[in-house]
């Protein structure tokens, strides 16, 4: 697969962009509720969605190349967790400087190096009056990846147990997802309901989805321009009706199946950097800083200048100095770049 042509990485960059857009537009707060804002927090939805579609397809990729365990988990520490940790800490530690206030900075660092972000979200004299105090919002995505990257080895030995059984399998966990979704959402008359729909078992579908494509790598790799009409179907269907919204994994499996492998430009957007990860994890705390800064109160297109040209920056750096440095060298994302 390292030698093959897609477009993977220009999605990953794409959906990286859709989020931090919708994040730009939601913590400024210049039009709040606005039929704008609504339609970028659904396509930051989707892109999050397809991030995850994506995670499904090559994790289980890097799990069947994976001499052991051992070195699995190992290429998932590498790539994921270096970055991370830098993107928790620098943000306690002007915290620390600005408030002296070490107790609370820990309540923050601890939970959140363990991807507990729900736990603590906030620092002190950090983002404090604004929309949303968080100081990194978008985190929560990746305490989801990591209970995949745990569930994934377990749900392949089982599909390896059933071979004929796997895409029924994969439509199951489709099914199972959804019912997550819908009893927190529907039925669930506790705390957090909203939170707990969102959790992996409420996700594993687009994972799921994403599996389905690995398992039929040689297919795909010859797509047909019916595959996008049929997702971009039943994508609009999850979204007309929540009731359909079951058909949502398949349907962005099958766009990102066709955009992946059809003819046209390679659009390696990893040529310089595979920056889509560093993008996801610097974009908010810097929009959050940018607000506080009073830079959209200047003018907005200050804001949302500075905020993208210092993420591209961040990102870029974050790739360059931490995350391509941590990878083993046989790594995808270091040849590619």
Not at 262 to 284: C, E, M, V
Not at 286 to 303: D, H, K, N, R, T
Not at 306 to 320: R, V
Request: aromatic share 14%; hydrophobic share 55%; charged share 10%.
């Amino acid at each position: 697969m390292n030698n093959q042509i897609n477009r993977f990485d220009f999605l990953r960059l794409l959906f990286a962009g859709a989020v931090a857009i919708y994040h730009a537009v939601f913590l400024s707060n210049l039009i709040p509720f606005s039929p704008f804002e609504n339609a970028l927090t659904t396509g930051a939805e989707l892109a999050i969605q397809g991030f995850f579609v994506i995670s499904g397809c090559l994790v289980l990729g890097s799990l069947i190349r994976s001499e052991t365990l051992g070195h699995y988990g190992e290429k998932r520490i590498r790539r994921l967790y270096p970055a991370y940790v830098i993107v928790i800490l620098i943000p306690a530690l002007i915290a620390l400087l600005l408030t002296g206030q070490a107790g609370k900075v820990l309540a923050y660092v601890i939970p959140n190096l363990g991807f507990l972000n729900f736990i603590e979200h906030s620092l002190p004299g950090l983002f404090e009056g604004h929309r949303h105090n968080a100081v990194n919002g978008a985190l929560w995505t990746l305490k989801i990846e990591v209970m995949f990257y745990i569930a994934l080895p377990m749900i392949w030995w089982m599909m390896k147990r059933a071979s004929k059984l796997q895409i029924p399998l994969i439509i199951l966990m489709m099914i199972m997802g959804e019912i997550w979704r819908y009893y927190f959402l529907n039925i669930y008359t506790g705390g957090y309901a909203e939170h707990l729909s969102r959790q992996l078992p409420g996700q594993i579908g687009y994972f799921a989805a994403g599996m389905a494509l690995w398992l039929n790598w040689e297919k795909i790799k010859s797509p047909k321009l019916w595959w996008l009409g049929l997702g971009l179907a039943l994508t609009l269907l999850s979204l007309w009706q929540d009731e359909l919204r079951i058909v949502r994994p398949a349907g962005l499996a099958f766009i990102i199946a066709w955009v992946a492998f059809a003819k046209g430009p390679k659009l390696n957007a990893a040529r310089y950097g595979d920056l889509s990860y560093g993008i996801y994890i610097t974009h908010f705390p810097i929009i959050q800083m940018c607000v506080a800064l009073g830079l959209f109160a200047v003018s907005p297109l200050v804001g949302y200048g500075a905020s993208f040209i210092l993420t591209l920056i961040a990102s870029y750096a974050l790739w360059h100095l931490v995350e391509k440095r941590a990878l083993l060298p046989s790594s995808h994302y270091r040849k590619t770049s």
